[in-house]
């Protein structure tokens, strides 16, 4: 048995008290809701590399980097609604655990809300309130 699978076996034998599950219900509120507002910060960034793309007529680059701009934050603002979606409704942490490992690779403001998504979903109390929702469902 390998550490990893260690730590699991011990956090499934911890007792989580309703203040901590309180406490995490609230954290993943704010989280959900520091993703939708990430996500409006990325399609102010698609917009922008829109009008990059519809004024980059004189040069080829700057229409290509736009392009790709465009699709990337357009992708990533969808990944981070259905996140947001996943994590008021509690189900997929994996889903929410991986987004919030790719957002440290958006700057500042991504890998700040990738930072604290990573900290809040390992938590214990999370962890339980994600399992209560998947046994509920």
Not at 67 to 89: D, P, Y
């Amino acid at each position: 048995m390998g550490l990893i699978e260690q730590r699991g076996v011990i956090l499934r034998g911890l007792a989580v008290s309703n203040t901590q599950l309180a406490s995490g219900r609230q954290l993943l509120g704010l989280l959900a809701f520091l993703h939708y507002v990430l996500a409006g910060f990325a399609v102010a960034i698609a917009l922008l590399m829109l009008v990059l793309v519809l004024s980059g007529l004189h040069s080829i680059v700057f229409m290509l980097v736009g392009l790709a701009g465009l699709l990337i934050s357009s992708l990533f603002t969808v990944l981070l609604v259905m996140s947001a979606q996943r994590m008021g409704r509690r189900s997929d942490y994996w889903f929410s655990l991986l987004l919030s490992c790719l957002m440290l690779v958006y700057m500042l403001f991504g890998t700040l809300l990738g930072l604290f998504s990573l900290v809040v979903l390992c938590q214990g109390s999370v962890r339980q309130l994600y399992k209560t929702a998947a046994v509920k469902s």
